[in-house]
Nanobody
Framework: QTQLVESGGGLVQAGGSLRLACKAS???????????MGWYRQAPGKQRELVAE???????NYSDSVKGRFTISRDNSKRMVYLQMNSLKAEDTGVYYC???????????WGQGTQVTVPS
């Protein structure tokens, strides 16, 4: 059974850094390699929003609010996707979710989320 498992969240002061990781457990390599992998976040009282995504061809897309501060990357051989977050701000607080979407296989998954808290 395929699961996306996030890790790396926590409490960090403004200006600090965190690195989130997402493991696609049980996902076969061809599905992972064909998937667009994304990180979304949901702040309290707000809708879930896209933070960053990386396509199968490693095309990157970032929300304007994190450009220049966050970096998404993937390691297909390990079925892993990462989000390096630098210069964190209070408005980066929220639950961060990993998402995969393979149009080729018609498969999409969400992780359970990991909390990131940056006190104001």
């Amino acid at each position: 059974q395929t699961q996306l498992v996030e890790s790396g969240g926590g409490l960090v002061q403004a200006g600090g850094s965190l690195r989130l990781a997402c493991k696609a457990s049980g996902m076969i390599l061809s599905v992972f390699s064909s998937s667009t992998m994304g990180w979304y976040r949901q702040a309290p009282g707000k809708q879930r929003e896209l933070v960053a995504e990386i396509t199968s061809e490693r095309i990157l897309n970032y929300s304007d609010s994190v450009k220049g501060r966050f970096t998404i990357s993937r390691d297909n051989s390990k079925r892993m996707v990462y989000l390096q977050m630098n210069s964190l701000k209070a408005e980066d607080t929220g639950v961060y979710y990993c998402h995969s979407n393979s149009a080729a296989y018609g498969l999409a998954y969400w992780g359970q989320g990991t909390q990131v808290t940056v006190p104001s």
